[in-house]
């Protein structure tokens, strides 16, 4: 949704637009009309693009399953599901270690992956947890991932947004370096793990053709309505800059 918005406001990046790839003053303008053919663009291209892949990935996985060793399950509750755990277990504390420590002269590994390493997890249990009690409310309206998606998409929003202006705290944009970094860290860690497209579409894919439009077009037009008022209101009213942090 992120682009979606991106695209209405001509900040997605493109070489006929943006002949700089870093400096957002470069942007050349245009009319509103090519806007919303990019807009349309984006969400066609990312649903069929999503849709196409979930098929053919339903197609490669009935080629392979003849070839495909199965492993005993005893096997894997008790040995191979606890194995992974304690991995994930190691990783999160690894991550979170370099994060507090970040190898001399590899500062900018906090924003492009470590803190997002950090958030991740948490956003991968707001989504469950969401999931586990409200979809099940409505049966034709997948209410926990709706949920899931939208909460992402405001909280994406707000740090896309905050990380390009300057706080009155600091008067530097984003806070600070670090600020910078945590920020990119939520959207890309938090919200990327909160936010799924794959759920999204296999959701829609099983729905009714009727509530399948329903359920993706309050996704879309929810989503874009939010941004529209939370990055739209400082992206226009304000302007953004250049952020501080490398990602």
């Known amino acids: 949704m992120r682009d979606v918005f ?20 470069t942007t050349s303008p245009r009319n509103n009309g090519y806007s919303l053919l990019a807009v349309l663009a984006t969400i066609i291209i990312t649903i069929s693009t999503c849709y196409s892949a979930l098929k053919i990935g339903a197609h490669l996985a009935i080629l392979v ?9 005893r096997f894997m509750r ?7 755990v304690l991995l994930g277990w190691g990783c999160w504390i690894g991550a979170a270690f370099m994060t507090i420590f970040p190898p001399s002269g590899h500062d900018a590994w906090r924003s492009q992956v470590l803190f997002a390493c950090c958030f991740a997890p948490f956003g991968c249990l707001v989504r469950y947890y969401l999931s586990l009690h409200l979809n099940p409310i409505l049966p034709f309206f997948p209410l926990g991932t709706f949920t899931a998606n939208i909460f992402g998409t405001a909280v994406l929003g707000m740090s896309f947004s905050l990380q390009r202006v300057p706080l009155h705290f600091s008067g530097v944009v984003g806070g600070s370096l670090l600020g910078c970094q945590v920020l990119q860290g939520v959207q890309d860690g938090f919200c990327g793990a909160l936010t799924t497209v794959s ?3 296999v959701e829609i894919s099983t729905l009714r053709k009727g509530r399948a439009y329903v359920y993706a077009g309050a996704s879309v037009v929810t989503g874009l309505v939010l941004l529209v008022a939370i990055m739209g209101s400082v992206r226009w009213a304000v302007g953004w800059d250049e952020i501080i942090c490398r990602t």
Not at 78 to 84: K, V
């Open 6 to 25: 991106l695209a209405l406001s001509n900040d997605l990046k493109a070489p006929e637009y943006h002949p700089s790839a870093t400096l957002l003053s």
């Open 65 to 73: 399953q003849p070839i495909t060793p199965v492993l005993p399950s």
């Open 78 to 84: 008790r040995f191979l599901d606890p194995s992974f």
């Open 199 to 201: 759920t999204w579409i």
